[in-house]
């Protein structure tokens, strides 16, 4: 079928209860542009009582229903085809109508789906399609709402190549040939049988055609027929994680009175292997897998899934050292699988957060009995030819995979999976604390089994371990761990071991993980070989679950800090890599623990939460940055950490050394130095068997404060996919960041685009993202620019006692 951007020449508006919008003056539409988040736009709201809670998980955003409407042309040569609109993800509960019947709808804000629209359309005239979505108390972290991946209009004849109807498998690999079967559907909604011809053409990355097929199909009426095509690719370049090599198909068909259709699929050849012996393999060689958990949303844009925020984010963690994705708790956008197939990077794409027992108010548990089958459906056709996928998760933490009940569940949504895909691996991400809740209060009571637990309470992460390696969770999650290829361990590292004598079978893997615990869990990941990995929460920051991985700091009276952070917090605060992209200390200390970065990493604690107890969450790294400049705290006293996977490290202040410290695996990949703050270098120094293997330096800023505008990108195409990020910084001459001289910068942009999002990796903030002025925070901010027609964009950036700054960006 015929696919063009569906995008533009949207109007929205929160939706109005028509009744009332009789006695009043209409709600105003304003125009927008998909991709879309209708919350981010919203003003946050503080809450009290329970209700913080939940306000928390949202960021305080508040919910809503929203409605969109665009008009457009159909020509009239359109009569006679078949006319479908298609959206990638409607947040939530979308009901779709086209000029006013209804067309459609979708509970499950994240799957792709489409609707008909033949049958409303006005031909050689203009069409309105309107959209509604709701969101209100359905999750537990920040959803954002609306249209809020990209729509397409499809258009095709009446015999045609159905929507992802061509599927590329390849069932047999050696170094001479690939087999690559191709199997395509081919609809037909005319009145007779029909016969047509299906070419097919495989080009390899260069483009250059390297196998081809023609065959004759002939279509019943209302029956679709699949044709299968097998070819041979001589000496295939493997698709893989260090060379991520795409072919294309392309597939036509052609036929008396029949409208040629041509669909391009783009695969790649690879082989996946699952043992216990030998863990996962990749074209035959073990891949070990260093994964991020990654919530849905872009940080500044909210939810809004541009193809290049994905893109961008992708980049940002493939350099970090993470070579997979596990995508929580929903499944992964089109644009961003596309850019994990071009970057070499493994998806884990997951499926739901809830199946029968809710765990929000009005979450998709009221609607999964009727709609699960549809959403796995519309999962795996959209996964299907995308190499970067090796796992299918079915759930997260799913409270029933400790029962009889929840285990059959398991069983059915695997086996589904199956019929549609059987070339990936299926896992489920199991908590077994969560699995096992409504027992917890009589394994307190059972010395036998709760003695061990009743003196790790205190500390979630203990908690948890304890728990999951309890006889009680071994006996209850057996059954929904036997239905999958991979076990997905939620923070039950504690198992690794105990499986392998328990369950000699099972493959493993760590689907969730503390941040704070990667050199011990990545030590297991590589002592036990039915361990495939380790997925951290999170790989990137994100908004709402706001302040579960803020550091803080014991009360006077002992009291723990409540595990949501009071309004007007926004971030969870537990990303390696902040909601700018900007890279953390945790992010540095995790590339060294994966022996990916043979320098040490110097970071500073905040001096001013100095000799305070810290009480933060397992998901909390310590309140450190890499930055010498405090002003206003010399003389004070102050903690540097420095993380190195050598035998030991020395500090020098200005030249002048502190002695050296213990690292290396032996003390966590990290030694820690008193001192007290005085300008000028910071130097790390990292030795093994006495000989310097790398240094690491930090030096204060000093002289006047500037600020400095840099766009990733000078030059990006028009084409409504591409966007700039410009990184707004705070620096001396030299370049250093003037951490500690935050203030409100302003933008303007002028010429052929728009401010797309403008922020800061504030923690806790009234700020909105749609202004033009923002602070910085710790010297940085970033401003998104998205093209509108081909031309020069130009950022202005103002700040108090600075001068302007300016960049341009052409778009082309």
């Given amino acids: 079928m015929i696919r063009v951007p569906f ?84 947040y939530r509960d979308a009901m779709v109508y086209v000029n006013g019947g209804y067309a459609g709808q979708r509970p499950y804000g994240y799957s792709l789906f489409r609707i008909d629209a033949g049958r409303f359309l006005r031909f050689g005239a203009d069409n309105e399609v309107r959209v509604e979505a709701r969101a209100h108390r359905d999750s537990r972290w920040y959803t954002g709402a609306g249209i809020y991946r990209d729509a397409w209009l499809l258009s095709g004849g ?53 196998a081809a097929d023609s065959a004759r199909v002939s279509v019943l009426p209302g029956e679709p027929a699949t044709v299968r095509q097998r070819l041979y690719v001589r000496s295939p370049q493997l698709w893989g994680p260090d060379s991520p090599a795409r072919y294309t198909a392309n597939v036509t068909l ?8 041509a669909e391009a699929v783009t695969f790649g050849i690879r082989s996946l292997q699952l043992d216990p012996d030998r863990g996962l393999r990749i074209n035959g060689q073990t891949v070990k897998l260093r994964g991020a958990c990654v919530h849905h949303d872009n940080g500044v844009l909210g939810a809004a899934a541009h193809p290049r925020a994905e893109e961008r984010r992708v980049e940002i963690l493939r350099e970090a050292g993470f070579n997979a ?73 799913i409270p029933e995979a400790g029962s009889p009940a929840g285990a059959a569940w398991g069983r059915k949504l695997s086996e589904k999976v199956r019929s549609l895909d059987g070339t990936r691996f299926v896992t489920n991400a199991v908590n077994g604390m969560l699995a096992v809740l409504g027992d917890l209060a009589a394994m307190r009571a059972r010395a036998s089994e709760g003695a061990g637990v009743n003196t790790q309470m205190a500390e979630a992460g203990d908690a948890m371990n304890a728990i999951s390696a309890s006889d009680l969770v071994t006996r209850r999650t057996a059954e929904s761990f036997s239905v999958l290829d991979v076990a997905g361990l939620n923070y039950a590292e504690a198992r690794y071991a105990l499986d392998r004598e328990l369950f000699p079978n099972r493959v493993i893997v760590g689907s969730e993980t503390f941040p704070t615990r990667i050199d011990g869990t990545w030590q297991l990941v590589k002592q036990y070989s039915h361990v495939l990995g380790d997925f951290t929460w999170t ?33 969870a605060g537990c990303g390696d890599i902040d909601i700018t992209g900007y890279r953390r200390p945790a992010s540095y200390y995790r590339e060294i623990v994966f022996g990916l970065r043979g320098r040490p990493y110097l970071a500073v604690q905040r001096p001013e939460n100095h000799g305070r107890t810290f009480a933060g969450s397992p998901w909390a790294w310590s309140d450190s940055i890499a930055s010498w400049t405090w002003p206003g705290s010399e003389g004070e006293p102050v903690t540097v950490e420095v993380y190195s996977d050598a035998d030991e490290v020395e500090l020098l202040v200005n030249g002048r050394s502190l002695g050296r410290g213990k690292a290396g695996r032996d003390h966590r ?33 000093a002289g006047p404060v500037l600020l400095r505008a840099e766009a990733d990108r000078q030059v990006i195409t028009a084409d409504g996919t591409a966007l700039a990020y410009v990184a707004l910084t705070l620096t001396d001459p030299a370049g ?77």
Avoid at 254 to 261: L, Q
Avoid at 369 to 387: G, L
């Fill in 7 to 90: 995008n533009d020449g949207w109007e929205f508006r929160p939706r109005v209860n028509p009744f009332a919008e009789l006695g009043g003056v209409p709600a105003p539409y304003q125009p927008v542009t998909l991709p879309h988040d209708a919350m981010i736009g919203q003003q946050r709201t503080a809450a009290d009582g329970p209700a913080a809670r939940e306000g928390a998980a949202a960021a305080y955003f508040p919910g809503g229903a929203f409605e969109y409407r665009k008009v457009f042309a159909v020509p009239a040569g359109y009569r006679g085809k078949r006319v479908f609109v298609e959206f990638e993800g409607v």
């Fill in 158 to 210: 009446l015999v045609r190549i159905g929507p992802d109807g061509v599927r590329v498998t390849t069932p047999d690999i050696d170094p001479e040939r690939a087999v690559v079967e191709v199997a395509t559907k081919v609809e037909n909604d005319s009145v007779t049988i029909r016969t047509a011809v299906l070419a097919t053409e495989l080009r390899d990355p260069a483009g250059t055609v390297v």
């Fill in 254 to 261: 052609t036929g008396d009175d029949i409208e040629t259709e």
């Fill in 325 to 397: 994705i596990r995508m929580s708790h929903y499944p992964m956008s089109r644009a961003m699988l596309d850019a994990c197939d071009r970057l070499g990077v493994l998806v884990m794409d997951q499926a739901f957060d809830v199946w029968t027992a809710a765990k929000s108010d009005f979450d998709y548990s009221l609607d999964f009995v009727q709609w699960w089958e549809r959403d796995i459906e519309a999962m795996v056709a959209k996964d299907v030819n995308h190499p970067s996928v090796i796992l299918y998760s079915i759930g997260n933490e």
């Fill in 539 to 571: 790989g990137w920051d994100y908004l709402g679950e706001a302040g579960i991985g803020r550091p803080e700091y014991a009360a006077a009276d002992g009291r723990r800090p409540d595990f949501a952070a009071p309004f007007p917090y926004l971030l």
């Fill in 669 to 701: 990949f990290r030694a820690e130095f008193e001192t007290v703050y005085e300008p000028g270098e910071l130097t790390a120094i990292a030795y093994a068997g006495g000989v310097e293997t790398g240094r690491d330096l930090l030096r204060s800023a």
């Fill in 736 to 812: 250093t960041c003037w951490t500690g001289s935050d203030r409100p910068v302003r933008v303007e942009v002028s010429g052929q685009g728009v401010l797309l999002g403008f922020g800061s990796a504030s923690p806790s903030t009234e700020e909105r993202f749609d202004a033009t002025e923002r602070r910085t925070y710790d010297g940085r901010a970033l401003a998104v620019l998205r093209p509108t027609s081909p031309g020069k964009i130009r950022l202005t950036a103002s700040a108090a006692g600075c001068q302007p700054a300016e960049t341009v960006v052409t778009a082309e």
